[in-house]
Nanobody, 114 residues
Framework: VQLQASGGGLVQPGGSLRLSCAAS????????MAWYRQAPGKQRELVAS???????NYVDSVKGRFTISRDNAKNTVYLQMNSLKPEDTAIYFC?????????WGQGTQVTVSS
């Protein structure tokens, strides 16, 4: 199985981006997929995920601004990011919960700057 994150880029503060993560290969429960990020000089953190009941969880710093969603037919998970702030600058990765080392991939760079 492979996970490919895409959709990053350079955006001004207050802007929006939509990240996509497509899963290929052996199928697992897409509900286990989640978004992580790693900012320069910081540890990787879990940003958004699904709960077993179908709800969603977010790190406090993105609540109300980011939305995780999925398309089961396409084996794809999305991260809609609105009202972006410079502190959201990071490499964004998709993986599952708990994360598997071989699924990290290169991620997609998000840079929020004026």
């Amino acid at each position: 199985v492979q996970l490919q994150a895409s959709g990053g880029g350079l955006v001004q503060p207050g802007g929006s981006l939509r990240l996509s993560c497509a899963a290929s290969g052996s199928i697992f429960n897409i509900d286990r997929m989640a978004w992580y990020r790693q900012a320069p000089g910081k540890q990787r953190e879990l940003v958004a995920s699904f709960t077993p009941t179908g709800s969603t969880n977010y790190v406090d710093s993105v609540k109300g601004r980011f939305t995780i969603s999925r398309d089961n037919a396409k084996n794809t998970v999305y991260l809609q990011m609105n009202s972006l702030k410079p502190e959201d600058t990071a490499i964004y990765f998709c993986n599952i919960i708990p994360p598997l080392p071989f699924l990290w991939g290169q991620g997609t760079q998000v840079t929020v700057s004026s």
